[in-house]
């Protein structure tokens, strides 16, 4: 059974920073695509951030280019996302996804979501 656990979420100051953790388990692809997505009260759900292990190509939305950075550590199976300045408009509860790598857009097609962790930025 895949597993996705995020952690590292909480309340931080407008301009501070956060790095949220996704342990992922239980998963048995060989090429795979893990990404970050966001959900703010009354909005839809969007794409943050996505990695692609087969060639480590990186992806972000526009509205946090050059704040926000993707990383992964393959030894831990765990994704991270650091988030540096951040904004009141940063707040939601963020997710982690991931899928087996195919034809889709890293952001696409996501088969397994983990429960999310809260990020409250206040002004």
């Known amino acids: 059974e895949v597993q996705l656990v995020e952690s590292g979420g909480g309340l931080v100051q407008a301009g501070g920073s956060l790095r949220l953790s996704c342990a992922a388990s239980?998963?048995?692809?060989?090429?795979?695509?893990i990404g970050w997505f966001r959900q703010a009260p009354g909005k839809e759900r969007e794409g943050v951030s996505c990695?692609?292990?087969?060639?480590?190509?990186?992806y972000y939305a526009d509205s946090v280019k050059g704040r926000f950075t993707i990383s992964s550590d393959n030894a831990k199976n765990t994704v991270y996302l650091r988030m540096n300045s951040l904004k009141p408009e940063d707040t939601a509860v963020y997710y982690c996804?991931?899928?087996?790598?195919?034809?889709?857009?890293?952001?696409?097609?996501?088969?397994?979501w983990g429960k999310g962790t809260l990020v409250t930025v206040s002004s």
């Open positions: 990695i692609s292990s087969s060639d480590g190509s990186t």
């Open positions: 996804a991931i899928k087996e790598s195919s034809w889709l857009p890293c952001y696409y097609g996501m088969d397994y």
């Open positions: 239980g998963f048995t692809f060989d090429d795979y695509d």
